[in-house]
């Protein structure tokens, strides 16, 4: 086979991989992903006006000072060190495209503040005033992604909805180990955190079935942490809302530790009713019942702390919770500080006198 030949087969088989490419990061569904792609393409732009060029320029000289090109235009000069119009090229362009992806970088990294609202439905429609954002709680698991509404008082595993062209407020974070939750029809990643709470401002602009994924990696499970995400019209959201909540389950407590446990492939699954303050007691690692919440301790900490009264309140997690979470011996812990009565609050010590 000629290598002319084989050159013409490379061609079509290489259109054919690039054919299983999904250009959604392109051709993105909502507003905040437009932006997006918008500002990554005129990122490179600018860099390409001095890309091309400079590969242009390379390729030419390259050609015209070839040793066989014999032109008196192609005169060997060793004693040239300087020129006062390349200079000025050499340095004016790229101050110029740096200063233009300066301002770029600056307007769009506060326009596009993950936390900041959302201020229009798309480029065309401003947002109505009064418009109620939709709050998701999302909370990463091993392996699997969990949903929680608390307006509608429902939550689901491996799949979320909501109305088309209406803003989206998601507070995010983690169980065990760093995630990030990532729609890229939507928007861009967003890191999840065991402990800690980001949030992400979107919303969705047209109507579909799109594919939520993990985009950090976290372990074993972490190829099938996939996600749907529906964008609905508002009757067919009511719908949605309305088919989770017939499903009878209730995610209590206790159910979300079971939950919790690591699994692979986690078919979807609604719940129709939801434990009150369930996401808070999991963004501060209190879901346990024995557990003190992170945001009682650092309430306290402000304060100043409780004083040695304080370090003898101390508990231990049940046999059944050591074996969940893969601890062997029994650890005691501070379950809970107290201000001891009649001091004021004022530390005491273990005997009942002041510090």
Known sequence: MSMKMLRGLLIPALALLLSGCDAVLLSPSGDIARQQRDLIIISVVLMLIII???IFMILAFAWKYRESNKAAHAEYDPDWNHSTVLELLIWSAPLLIIIALGAVTWTSTHKLDPY???EQVDHARALAPGTKPLVVEVVALDWKWLFLYPEQGIATVNEMAAP???PIEFHITASTVMNAFFVPSLAGMIYAMPGMETKLNAVMNKTGDFEGISANYSGAGFSDMRF???SLSDADFDAWVAKAKASGDQLGREDYLKLEQPSEKEPVHYYGTVAPGLYNA???RCVESNRMCVSDMMALDAQGGQ???GAYNVTSLDAATRARVGI???KRYVGA??????TGGQPMTPAGRPL
């Open 116 to 118: 900041r609202p959302v």
């Open 228 to 230: 749907r995400f529906h």
């Open 328 to 330: 062997a011996d029994e």
């Open 52 to 54: 091309v060029p400079v």
């Open 282 to 284: 999991i963004l501060n």
């Open 307 to 309: 004083g040695v009264v």
């Open 337 to 342: 500080l107290c201000v001891a009565s009649g």
């Open 164 to 166: 088309v062209d209406r």
